[in-house]
């Protein structure tokens, strides 16, 4: 069973607030990935890292910015909230191995008004 | 060009009835990793299953099944007298060997409504 956490699971914040999503895993995977997902269910991978002071983008642009300083710990940020980054925000995290298997957090739900 | 694909986007049954939820990728690569996720109201991911393109036995886990068909390219999954817990989200991916990259190519997933 994976231990992956997440905080808050629920976030409503006005227009142009800086906020920090929290993802800690207790396994001491390398690899950990935010996903957001779609009110209609597609998940888009937004950034990954493979280790400590490693962070890449993902698929899909976005305005987040990601920092891995601890191998447990991999929080995002947003500068300024904006109503476009309502969203599912979940965390993920794997170990170094081929088939990129990946252990889900229980999401963040971030609602800008 | 879309990895995975979900056609289903919505199904409904009954509790009690058998449903298939299909799952069809496409990949260049002659070693791949498949996986379906269980997505419940709750939000998070559950992990159900993983194959890899070399093993096309296919598995059955209490209600759940899964039939694996590289002629087809298939991935479909099967759960046996369907459950209101069974609602969820589905979602299958695909994890590529060859590309070094480190994603996983989800489908669209497939919302699954069981009726008590």
């Known amino acids: 069973e994976a231990d992956i956490y997440q905080t808050p699971r629920y976030l409503v914040i006005g227009t142009g607030k800086k906020i920090t999503l929290e993802c800690s895993q207790t396994m001491g995977h390398d690899k950990m990935y935010w996903y957001q997902q779609d009110p209609g269910m597609e998940l888009h991978l937004i950034h990954y890292?493979?280790?400590?002071?490693?962070?890449e983008k993902g698929d899909l642009s976005s305005e987040s910015t990601v920092s891995r300083i601890r191998t447990e710990h991999f929080p995002l940020t947003l500068e300024s909230a904006r109503p476009s980054h309502t969203s599912q925000y979940l965390c993920?995290?794997?170990?170094?191995?081929?088939?990129?298997?990946?252990?889900f957090g229980p999401g963040t739900r971030l609602t800008v008004l | 060009a879309q990895k995975v694909t979900q056609a289903q986007t919505e199904i409904s049954v009954v509790e009690k009835e058998d449903v298939t939820l299909d799952c069809v990728y496409e990949t260049r690569d002659t070693t791949y990793y498949l996986f379906w996720y269980k997505q419940p109201p709750s939000g998070e991911l559950v992990f159900l299953i993983r194959r890899n393109s070399f093993d096309e036995q296919n598995e059955i886990s209490g209600r759940y099944s899964w039939n694996f068909q590289k002629s087809t390219s298939s991935f479909n999954f099967t759960i046996t007298a369907s459950q209101v817990v069974d609602s969820a989200v589905y979602f299958c991916a695909l994890s590529e060997r060859g590309t070094g990259a480190n994603n996983l190519f989800f489908g669209t997933g497939t919302r699954l409504t069981v009726i008590p």
């Open positions: 993920a995290s794997g170990r170094d191995r081929v088939d990129n298997e990946q252990f």
């Open positions: 890292s493979y280790g400590v002071n490693s962070t």
